[in-house]
């Protein structure tokens, strides 16, 4: 894995991708990556909030190899707990993409700011 390289979006249209989360629901970040583009080739998916070993890490390396996959696709939330296992990963044939989610307010932002100012300030 590259450390802290930023890649645009777009850079997953079209990659063969491994998905790997220990998320509570993995098929809406599974939809949210397909609307990307990416072909989905190979998904592991962990319980909410798991712990992860190097030996998993190794074990999804080559999983992805035997599928001729170079990219993992995680989310930020599992990025925190792989931090210090998958920066060697690129060592193993794959490297890491963290998937950062940003939430936008497209209509309403003021009303909501008012009614949480309300709520926060009594």
């Given at each position: 894995m590259k450390k802290n390289i930023k890649e645009p979006v777009s850079f997953l249209k079209g990659k063969n991708v491994c998905l790997m989360a220990?998320?509570?629901?993995?098929?809406s970040?599974?939809?949210?990556?397909?609307?990307?583009g990416?072909?989905?080739?190979l998904k592991i998916f962990f319980?909410?909030?798991h712990h992860y070993s190097p030996g998993q890490i190794r074990d999804v390396a080559l999983r992805c190899g035997n599928a001729k996959i170079k990219t993992v696709v995680t989310t930020?939330?599992?990025?925190?707990r792989l931090s210090g296992f998958i920066l060697g990963a690129g060592d193993?044939?794959?490297?890491?993409?963290?998937l950062k989610i940003a939430l936008k307010?497209?209509?309403?932002?003021e009303a909501?700011?008012?009614r949480l100012h309300i709520l926060y300030n009594t």
């Amino acid at each position: 894995m590259k450390k802290n390289i930023k890649e645009p979006v777009s850079f997953l249209k079209g990659k063969n991708v491994c998905l790997m989360a220990g998320i509570a629901d993995p098929f809406s970040f599974l939809k949210t990556v397909r609307d990307l583009g990416a072909g989905i080739s190979l998904k592991i998916f962990f319980d909410d909030h798991h712990h992860y070993s190097p030996g998993q890490i190794r074990d999804v390396a080559l999983r992805c190899g035997n599928a001729k996959i170079k990219t993992v696709v995680t989310t930020e939330k599992d990025a925190a707990r792989l931090s210090g296992f998958i920066l060697g990963a690129g060592d193993l044939g794959v490297d890491f993409f963290v998937l950062k989610i940003a939430l936008k307010i497209v209509e309403g932002e003021e009303a909501l700011s008012g009614r949480l100012h309300i709520l926060y300030n009594t």
